[in-house]
């Protein structure tokens, strides 16, 4: 049998590494393109884009309804203008899952494969979701906003402020959609990733001071709850939009913190989860 | 001196765990020719794709295509080549201008220039009409039509297509095979693989069969059917009857295939003038009543029956084993 009497084939390092010599413009540009395919996407999926419109808008009245009837905040302050920050938490954390779904589904279908045949820049794939679902988040905390304001949310605080009140879930946001595309790709397949993902950030948005104040929960729940990054980011934002905010009597260090905190941790997940992200694509689409 | 190949490769092996999927294959496809690849499901075809258009790593050998080595200068290799995969790899959810802008752009195209592109071969595959739809709409042979038009946006000098008409209708196939007589034309090297026979010898300069992960035959489709030696006697009696295997068996080359039902018979056919006239004379001298006389002339499918004792598809298997051998002369 005539046997390797070539060059013996290279690890897959030497790949990534031509592949990777593309110019940065070149990038930037396979990063705009993909960008733009995942949003179509979303526009056209009637499911996907219900979860930051319709999802939002429902989220938003029932909580401040149906809980705001029943919740005390320590400190005063109503419910409504304490929640709009919680809803933010509780939205962009559940349809951060889209980021896993959407990466499951291309790799089970055909097109990530013809992607690979082009010499493109491999990481864009993930790039491109990940900014697609930034935008699609941006939309969503929107659709919270614009109902907050309807039903009578007003923030107390300067425009830079409130902008940053909204930015600093918007950092979170994407971080965490870093974390969902590592999910995304060690599921099986979309079905399996949405479940998972929901049995991960349904509790992480729920145990946290996003929908109730912490200080009633009992005490294990609570140490997570302070210490949870959602209630650093939503505290962050209630104090940076100017809204009642009992997290701040709370002596864990994020809580008394929760900028700080709340950066720390959107620079922490994206440091840990997007090389890990880049990493599994690369052994998945490996063979 | 050679034409300069386009396509090279020397003792190509992978396997997936315990399954050895290429077990040391050579190829060479001179530039501005067609190689068709030909072998049954699970024979190595698509592996063999993949790893020359750097989806998949080898385990053993070289592979070098447009000059660039499959491994080590996948993005030269990348820069060259258009691909048409056996699933559809399209987005379904976006139209296919959509498609064809995007995979346009990623393949290195401006902006402008992959929106002119997009335009010319949507007209050259007759889906103008159908530009602005989502591709989830398509058919199946509109499918294969943009997923072939995506292959060549940036006019690749080499062109893979796996299986191009697996699952297309008779007309679309004919069709595909017009368009992709028109790529060679323009100069393009190909290596198209395919489970028809009849496709590989209507496309294909040169034809290589490939079953386990090896090749087991290559040359021309012509030098191809030499091997399988002359004619081939085809013939349905009105009722089975067992003596008109030893009727015709002075008439024949080799041994005589009964089918289970008795009725119909194939062998080798010997090289006769008006062979047809004479086997049903003397099957009706014997008194046996012929439905229907045929001689082929061999086929592909009779080449890979020949090399490998079994037929390709699953027709084939089942005419493998339907006729049982009664004699031979």
Redesign the interface.
Same mark, same amino acid.
């Given at each position: 049998m005539s046997s390797a009497e070539g060059s013996a084939p290279a690890p897959a390092a030497a790949r990534t590494l031509s592949a990777g010599s593309r110019p940065l413009r070149r990038k930037l540009g396979d990063v705009a393109v993909l960008t733009w395919r995942n949003l179509l996407h979303i526009r056209r999926e009637p499911l996907q884009l219900s979860d930051v419109t319709v999802q939002p808008v429902l989220f938003t009245l029932l909580f401040v309804y149906v809980f705001g009837s029943g919740v005390a905040l320590p400190g005063g302050g109503s419910y409504k203008d304490f929640a709009i920050a919680g809803l933010l938490a509780m939205n962009l954390t559940t349809s951060s899952m889209g980021t896993a779904v959407g990466l499951s589904t291309d790799l089970g279908s055909g097109v990530i494969d013809r992607l690979r045949t082009l010499a493109m820049w491999p990481a864009a794939v993930l790039v491109g979701r990940s900014l697609a679902d930034l935008l699609t988040a941006a939309i969503c905390a929107g659709f919270v906003a614009a109902t907050g304001l309807v039903i009578g949310w007003r923030p107390e605080a300067s425009a830079p402020s409130v902008i940053a009140g909204f930015a600093i879930f918007l950092l979170f946001s994407y971080a965490l959609s870093w974390g969902c595309a590592c999910l995304g790709m060690l599921s099986k397949g979309p079905e399996s990733a949405q479940g998972i993902g929901l049995v991960i950030l349904f509790p992480l948005a729920i145990v946290s001071n996003a929908l109730v104040p912490t200080e009633h929960m009992p005490l294990v729940l609570r140490t997570v709850a302070d210490w949870n990054p959602v209630s650093a980011v939503t505290a962050a934002s209630r104090q940076l939009l100017g809204n009642p905010n009992p997290s701040a009597s709370i002596h864990a260090w994020p809580m008394q913190h929760p900028v700080v905190a709340a950066l720390l941790w959107s620079v922490a997940l994206i440091a840990i989860f997007a090389p890990t992200a880049t990493a599994l694509y690369r052994r998945r689409t490996t063979d | 001196m050679p034409a300069e190949l386009m396509i090279e490769v020397? #003792?190509l +092996?992978k396997r997936?765990g315990a399954t050895v999927a290429l $077990? #040391?294959i $050579?190829l060479g496809v001179p530039a501005g020719t067609i190689l068709g690849v030909l072998g049954p499901n699970g024979a190595g075809k698509t592996t063999a794709v +993949?790893i020359l %258009? %750097?989806?998949?790593?080898? *385990? #053993? /050998?070289?592979a070098r295509v447009a000059g660039y *080595?499959v491994?080590?200068?996948?993005?030269?290799v990348? +820069?060259q080549?258009g691909?048409a995969?056996q $699933? @559809? %790899? !399209? *987005?379904?959810? !976006?139209t296919g201008r959509?498609n064809l802008l995007? !995979?346009g752009? !990623? /393949? /290195?195209l401006r902006r402008a220039q992959a929106r002119v592109r997009a335009v010319e071969l949507l007209e050259q595959f007759d889906l103008a009409d159908a530009a602005d739809r989502?591709v989830s709409g398509y058919s199946g042979g509109m499918r294969r039509r943009l997923d072939l038009a @995506?292959s060549l946006l940036t006019r690749p000098r080499v062109l893979f297509l796996d299986e191009p008409t697996t699952g297309l209708d008779p007309v679309s196939r004919v069709r595909m095979w017009d368009v992709i007589r028109g790529l060679v034309a323009d100069g393009v090297t190909l290596l198209l693989t395919t489970q028809y026979l009849d496709e590989a010898d209507e496309l294909a300069d040169r034809i290589v069969v490939i079953d386990h992960g090896r090749v087991i035959a290559s040359g021309t489709a012509a030098a191809l059917k030499a091997q399988v030696g002359g004619a081939r006697l085809e013939l349905t009696l009105s009722e089975a009857d067992p003596s008109a295997a030893t009727a015709i068996a002075e008439l024949v080359a080799g041994p005589v295939q009964v089918s289970h039902d008795g009725r119909r018979m194939r062998a080798p056919a010997r090289s006769l003038a008006g062979l047809a006239s004479i086997v049903v004379r003397t099957l009706d001298d014997a008194g046996i009543e012929v439905d229907d006389v045929q001689v082929h002339q061999p086929s592909l499918d009779d080449v890979f029956f020949t090399l490998t004792g079994h037929s390709t598809g699953e027709d084939g298997n089942a005419r493998a084993t339907e006729h049982e051998e009664v004699g031979s002369r």
């Open positions: - | 020397h #003792g +092996r997936f $077990d #040391g $050579d +993949r %258009t %750097t989806l998949s790593l080898p *385990d #053993g /050998g070289s *080595d491994v080590n200068e996948a993005a030269e990348q +820069r080549i691909v995969a $699933d @559809a %790899t !399209l *987005d379904e959810i !976006l959509e995007m !995979l752009r !990623l /393949g /290195g989502i @995506a």
